[in-house]
């Protein structure tokens, strides 16, 4: 019996110890121990200049990340937002060649990809209960596809779009334009989660849909207004980068929807809804960014940096996923 209550304490030691250790353990504990290692690595990481150039070449991911954040909390996913992003430029590129002015185009950009993505992804995911992967795949070759068969898989020039490139490459200050836009985009994007009743219903529906019916939620409008949103940020990314790049390319955005899922996972958005919030996300995203830009810095070759970012995210995700099992 003795040995039964003794084995009981250790048992119960050994699980406090490891929850007390897997609490210090975390995206923010991990940005800054990355942080660290990449400042020691090389002394230029923790420059104004290198910072303000870290976060500009992160505005994209970070402005689509704040919506995908808010289609995972709601029990769904969107394989479609690099296409869109690339999609949204080619419109705006096509309606200035066509004689619109540029502030009506991005306007017209905006409200038109917005319905694309709320009558896509949001009708049949929300309405007609389609799989969530399986739509925003075919949105994905969709509009990649058009993309192709638009620009007949060559680039087209925006180099002369005065407003355009303001928003990719201008400055207020010493503070880049993109920078400004997804940080307002972040302040608006907690705001509306926290304190509106349709961001305080995104999370019911993700942790129990049925039960959200139930209580009176149309769950068909929260999905279909969260996919309208993630198309949205999207559109908005797609637009500073063409200001950016001064340029609409077929490929542009390849792959990037992955990046955006990988930092929303890491910000500690649950892949089974109903959990997460914008700030876990933009940890996230921070931690990419902190990642590719320390081994850019490093000189490793973009071939080892691939790698190298892989392994990393994988072990941080891992952490996370143990950190919620023990705490």
């Known amino acids: 019996m003795d040995n039964v209550v003794v084995e009981q304490k250790l048992q119960k030691r050994n699980h406090s110890i490891k929850r007390n250790v897997f609490k210090l353990v975390g995206i923010g504990p991990l940005l800054v121990l990355l942080c660290i290692i990449m400042s020691l690595l090389n002394p230029s990481f923790l420059t104004v200049n290198n910072w303000a150039n870290l976060l500009n070449s992160i505005s994209a991911i970070w402005i689509m990340a704040m919506a995908?954040?808010?289609?995972?909390i709601s029990g769904g996913f969107d394989l479609s937002v690099g296409a869109t992003l690339a999609f949204s430029g080619l419109i705006l590129v096509n309606l200035v060649v066509a004689g619109v002015p540029e502030l009506v185009s991005i306007v017209i950009t905006l409200v038109a990809i917005l319905f694309i993505g709320m009558i896509t992804n949001g009708?049949?995911?929300?309405?007609?209960?389609?799989?969530?992967?399986?739509?925003?795949?075919?949105?994905?070759?969709?509009?990649?596809?058009?993309?192709?068969?638009?620009?007949d898989g060559q680039t087209q020039y925006a180099d002369t779009l005065p407003?355009?490139?303001f928003l990719g490459n201008g400055s207020i200050g010493p503070i880049p334009v993109p920078i400004m836009i997804m940080l307002a985009i972040f302040l608006l994007t907690h705001l509306f989660l926290t304190y509106t009743q349709f961001g305080r219903a995104i999370y019911v529906v993700g942790g129990n849909a049925t039960a959200a019916k139930l209580s009176g939620i149309k769950v068909s409008f929260i999905l279909i207004g969260v996919y309208g949103i993630s198309a949205l940020y999207a559109g908005i990314a797609g637009i500073i980068n063409t200001g950016k790049l001064d340029s609409v390319s077929p490929t542009i955005g390849s792959g990037m929807e992955l990046l955006v899922a990988a930092a929303v996972l890491l910000g500690g958005t649950s892949f089974k809804g109903g959990e997460g919030t914008v700030m876990g996300t933009t940890l996230g995203v921070l931690f990419i960014g902190v990642l590719q830009n320390g081994l850019s810095l490093s000189g490793i070759s973009s071939y080892w940096q691939e790698v190298i970012t892989g392994a990393i995210l994988i072990f941080a995700i891992l952490l996370n996923y143990f950190k919620v099992k023990q705490v």
């Open 68 to 72: 995908m954040t808010l289609v995972l």
């Open 123 to 151: 009708f049949l995911i929300g309405k007609l209960g389609l799989n969530f992967f399986v739509v925003t795949l075919g949105t994905m070759s969709l509009f990649r596809g058009t993309v192709y068969v638009w620009t």
């Open 163 to 165: 407003i355009v490139h």
